[in-house]
């Protein structure tokens, strides 16, 4: 984490931790999550807190490691399963997300880049470690990790 520290915003640091201590480990699926939520309510300008009008919906392959990505997005945004603002739904091929501003026309649509899924795969079987991993997605640009559709 204090590589982390050095390079990525303070914010961004601080709500991975968070995550991480939620969730009880640190790997780059969680991080992809952060990333994803925080990015989100910047694009739909979104605060946090009690008037959170966000609800978003997950697709994405309902085992780990990908599973562990649901987390983060809660994590990053407030919406829960418990609270009712986030649902989840399988879907074996692909990550993808949708987030809707409530008191607005504004959604958006984000997609985990398949190229990263993919890499990420690669790296777990050649051994490498979740919190190499989770650091190297922290670092990663947003235009590389994701690709976004507003609508
Ligand atoms: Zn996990």
């Not at 697709?59 to 609270?83: E, K, M, V, W, Y």
């Not at 190297?136 to 640009?141: D, G, H, T």
């Amino acid at each position: 984490m204090k590589a982390i520290k050095s390079k990525i915003s303070s914010e961004l640091a601080s709500l991975i931790k968070k995550a991480a201590d939620f969730h009880g480990h640190l790997g780059p699926f969680l991080v992809i999550g952060v990333r994803m939520g925080t990015l989100a309510k910047k694009i739909l300008n979104v605060n946090a807190g009690k008037n959170n009008k966000l609800r978003i919906t997950a697709r994405l392959p309902l085992l780990t490691p990908f599973s562990c990505i649901i987390d983060g997005i809660q994590a990053a945004t407030q919406c829960t399963i418990g609270n009712q603002k986030l649902k989840i739904e399988n879907f074996q091929t692909k990550i993808i997300v949708y987030f809707e501003q409530k008191n607005s026309h504004k959604a958006l649509r984000i997609h985990v880049n398949p190229k990263i899924i993919k890499e990420l795969k690669n790296r777990y079987s050649e051994g490498a470690s979740n919190e190499e991993l989770a650091r190297e997605i922290a670092f990663i640009s947003e235009s590389q990790l994701f690709i976004i559709e507003e609508q």
